[in-house]
């Protein structure tokens, strides 16, 4: 009992020194590692950089930024608003005010953020385990295609994870304050990330219980040290700013929690008995499996059977019991959470936890396993070979560098649209719609006259053929990805599933849209299972 719970006493010792050192030093050593993550993410994005607006960017977190920079409004303008606080946005908007406006300056911001977080993870790490694990576990961190492709996108889930990284170091290091103040700003770059700091909450006051209910020594591996200077209720201040925030959002728009629209899709529509265990079911495959972490969930659990490692006769130590609680409580509230709201179940949502889960099987596979490096190793090859194939099942494009195929198809059909049909009314779906219509999306030169449909299924089509003298010329593409060969293809209650629950629908290809509607494809273009063409009209 007594070497368990000494285990966490390296990592704060040497934080006391580090504060005890002249401030140049104990700056020196961070800014550094910052430095290297800013550059190393800058090379790895390179080819990236210029890429015009993905998807949710272009549909919310742009238009968002934009409207804060032009204006100096934080409630958009040119978007109904989702009331997500306005942090990353106003990041964005300081960004364009001294670089100017480009998609250049947006993801070399978000970069900046991106690098921050790793640091975040790295110092989390160190003060959780060791300098080894650390590593490790920022460089997996850093290449797993999810972190990977959110580095560079405008969108808030990364920041508030980054935040979240730093408030659980200063929560670790005993640092009420400290925590207070990055808790409070992650849960002003997102919402939902206020989940955190509520979730270490209930297992302090839960704690509370246990030592008044139990004076056994039994528990003391797991309760969090006696003599912290954190006490529960530190964990509550974070609430006041994004209290403010929803009042302030709520005076301006009438809407406490976004717009109808946006509370229809992502809560009222989600709180089905049937669709909360089965978001759950891929909340965990996200956690545990997505694109390679299954490798690592293996590895770490077969490391479980293995005794520790040993060095002069002493036991690698392991993270200390109250730390991984601590953990498994942010965890359960985020599984808890996302598998109940959130209208499309996507990977970027668990990112403030998925690193945890990382950093806990690093930590396991360096204690218990000779060649944890080669494992380890294998794990990262694993992710780096993630980020360029798709898996055999649908996915959120933007999870790997599928959103940048996406990307250039969208952008060459846009520019053979604005040479060809410059004057054409246009039908598509969104967000080619808003593609189409905002030039500083990156996609035209000018705006198009569009018209809009929700998607390329047939009950759409149809609609569109009833309505073909309103339209020129269709820009039609693949709204979901569907793999060559998908798997559960031919089990229609799954099928019927994802259509009630999840958004799902089939589109119909280029050939059956232009025969339906009596137009000859002009364009076409296919790359790794996605698709987009021109359809014009036979007047």
């Known amino acids: ?34 430095a290297l993550f800013f550059a190393a993410l800058m090379l790895l994005h390179a080819p990236l950089l210029r890429l015009p607006y993905f998807w949710d960017e272009a549909g919310y977190y742009v238009p968002a930024a934009r409207d804060l920079y032009l204006t100096g409004t934080l409630i ?27 998609t250049l300056v947006t993801r070399t911001a978000m970069l900046a953020l991106s690098a921050f977080t790793l640091l975040g993870v790295f110092r989390l790490s160190r003060v959780a385990a060791n300098l080894p694990v650390a590593w490790t576990t920022t460089a997996l961190v850093a290449l797993y295609p999810v972190y990977f492709t959110q580095s560079s996108m405008a969108q808030v889930d990364l920041p508030a994870a980054g935040f979240t990284f730093w408030a659980l170091a200063a929560y670790l290091e005993d640092r009420p304050w400290k925590q207070v103040l990055w808790f409070s700003l992650a849960a002003l770059a997102k919402e939902t990330a206020i989940l955190a700091p509520l979730a270490l909450l209930g297992w302090e006051l839960l704690a509370c219980f246990i030592r ?46 976004g717009n109808p629209e946006f509370f229809r899709y992502n809560v009222a529509a989600t709180l089905s008995p049937l669709r909360i265990p089965l978001a759950l079911a891929m909340r965990l495959w996200q956690l545990f499996g997505y694109f390679g972490l299954y490798l690592l969930t293996l590895a770490g659990a077969l490391g479980m059977l293995r005794p520790p490692q040993t060095a002069g006769g002493v036991a690698r130590p ?42 806990v099987w690093v930590s396991t596979l360096w204690r218990r396993v000779l060649y944890w490096k080669l494992i380890l190793g294998a794990v990262a090859i694993a992710f780096v ?60 030169g000018h705006p198009l006259r569009v018209l809009r449909i929700e998607d390329f299924s047939l009950p759409q089509i149809d609609l569109a053929v009833r309505g073909r003298d309103h339209y020129d010329v269709l820009l039609v593409f693949s709204t979901k990805y569907r793999p060559p060969h998908p798997l559960f293809e031919s089990w229609e209650a799954w099928q019927r599933i994802k259509e009630k629950f999840f958004g799902y629908h089939r589109d119909l290809l280029p050939e059956d849209i232009a025969q339906r509607l009596g137009g000859t494809i002009a364009y076409h273009d296919e790359r790794n299972g996605q698709w987009i063409a021109v359809i014009g009209l036979e007047r």
């Open 1 to 34: 009992m007594h070497r368990s719970t000494t285990a966490a006493r390296p990592a704060a010792q040497s934080y006391k020194q580090t504060t005890s050192q002249p401030a140049s030093s104990a700056w020196g050593q961070p800014l550094l590692l910052y």
């Open 76 to 102: 958009p303008q040119s978007t109904p608003s989702n009331a997500h606080p306005p942090l990353v946005m106003a990041w964005l908007a300081l960004a364009w005010r001294v670089f100017g406006y480009s």
């Open 212 to 257: 008044q209910r139990s004076r056994g020594i039994r528990w003391k591996e797991i309760l969090p040290p006696e003599g912290r200077h954190t006490r529960w209720f530190y964990l509550l201040f974070p609430i006041l700013p994004l209290a403010v925030w929803y009042g302030y959002h709520h005076a301006k728009t009438g809407f406490l929690l």
């Open 318 to 359: 392991r993270i200390p019991f109250w730390v991984q609680v601590a953990f498994l409580s942010v965890v359960l509230a985020y599984l808890a959470f996302m598998s109940t709201v959130g209208g499309a179940v996507l990977a970027r949502y668990m990112l403030p936890v998925v690193p945890l889960v990382i950093l």
């Open 385 to 444: 070979a993630g980020l360029f194939s798709n898996p055999p099942y649908g996915f959120s494009l933007e999870d790997n560098l599928a959103y940048r195929d996406y990307i250039v198809m969208h952008a060459e059909a846009s520019r053979f649209l604005g040479m060809r049909y410059s004057g054409a009314r246009v039908l598509t779906a969104w967000p080619a719609s808003d593609e189409l219509t905002r030039p500083w999306l990156g996609y035209v």
